[in-house]
């Protein structure tokens, strides 16, 4: 009876150490819900700069996949969580946001996205410096299309469709990814 015991409280703890992944200082559950649909973490890492940490993220999608290319032509809801390891200001911020978005996309691309480019750099620049702990979740679904928040409050909604989600995914999950150790932890 004990050695039963003993498996059953082992098994628990194992099932409940599954249901969320530590990242730095970041634990990202294994399931979060984005107006209705139910999302599961694709992956989850840490984006680092010389050596230091800067944010953990997650990828939050409607079925898991590790091919890039599947993940950002997906349809239906995503989420990237952004947690901050430390305070960032918002020009480094806004800076990573368009690095990354010229990184990842055409000339061409970009200018067919201009407005709402602009629509997410004003929103970026509304949000300010964000603060080591803050949580910033980049969503798509049909009632907010693209969308940002923090700390669970709605900053920007309606910044742009879903072509403009998949630019702001290929920062991460792009032929040039702002880290690659972190592209391949999103896709595990």
């Known amino acids: 009876m004990k050695k039963l015991l003993i498996s059953i409280c082992c098994c628990l703890t194992a099932g409940s150490s599954m249901a969320a992944l530590q990242v730095g200082s970041t634990q990202f559950e294994d399931k979060l819900t984005k107006e209705g649909t139910e999302l599961v973490l694709n992956g989850a890492g840490l984006r680092e700069i010389f050596f230091v940490d800067v944010y953990s993220a997650g990828l939050y999608l409607t079925q898991k996949s590790n091919d890039a290319n599947t993940v950002i032509e997906m349809s239906g809801p995503k989420s990237v969580r952004l947690v901050l390891e430390r305070d960032v200001d918002a020009a480094d911020f806004v800076d990573a946001l368009k690095d990354g978005i010229n990184d ?85």
Request: net charge negative; aromatic share 4%.
């Open 104 to 188: 990842n996309t055409t000339e061409k691309e970009r200018e067919e996205l201009k407005t709402e480019l602009q629509s997410l750099i004003a929103v970026m620049n509304l949000i300010g410096d964000v603060k080591k702990g803050d949580q910033v979740d980049f969503d798509f679904t049909d009632k907010h299309a693209t969308s940002v928040s923090v700390n669970g409050k709605l900053i920007g909604e309606k910044i742009g469709g879903l072509k403009l989600y998949q630019a702001v995914l290929k920062i991460w999950l792009g032929d040039k990814p702002i880290d690659s150790g972190l592209k391949a932890d999103l896709l595990k």
